[in-house]
């Protein structure tokens, strides 16, 4: 493996969010995390931090059972790519996500992302995972 | 920069594919970069090297102006991310996509992928890229 030491910092403090902000849907846990200068690139939300805590505790209340089930996850230098599969409840096809981080200062500076339904019957027997 | 000359081959040989390939839609290309035993996960292909090959065919009939603008790609070992901007024809919004490749021995082993339509007008300024 050819990671650095700050590399792998990175990676972790990307999975570390996941465990402990998206997967809880935890808005009081964003500041450890999130810069307050946080760029947002998902095109359906409103920007800035702190519209993105109003996010978490909205699908908290409307789907408190979802779940964000990270299937792999890389670093390049200050860059991290989380590949993942939502499920908003049991049993929910959900979507697969693909979240691209920018850290700065031991911080998600910046946030991309794609998002696509997960189908059943198509032509390709794998998985999108 | 942290990465190995491994890694910035690894790189280099998909953002050529981009270039040989996924661009020019070329499936005569396919066979320098794709692995026979290609893994294929979208969700919308037909399995296999083969099939790759006849979609490349049948994208580049039926748009024939499409481009693939690659924004930012990243390497982590064997992985390499891609997040780019397919327009299917000029002024189209088209599509933000994030792909992921495993390479093996010099080749593209397995990819996977998810991709979303680009919106106007929605609650972010911000673009998806």
Do not use: C
């Amino acid at each position: 493996m050819s990671r650095t030491a700050q590399e792998q910092e990175n990676l972790d403090l990307v999975l570390r969010m996941f465990a402990e902000v998206l997967n809880p849907m935890d808005s009081s846990a964003v500041d450890r995390f999130i810069s307050p200068d946080y760029i947002q690139h998902n095109q359906m939300a409103e920007p800035g931090r702190e519209r993105l805590k109003a996010f978490l505790d909205t699908i908290r209340k409307q789907t408190p059972q979802a779940v964000h089930d990270v299937k792999r996850a890389f670093v390049d230098g200050d860059h991290v790519t989380v590949h993942y599969h939502v499920r908003r409840w049991p049993g929910d096809n959900g979507w697969a996500v693909m979240d691209l981080f920018r850290l700065e200062d031991g911080m998600i500076a910046e946030h991309w992302d794609v998002m696509q339904d997960v189908v059943e019957g198509g032509p390709n027997p794998l998985g999108p995972f």
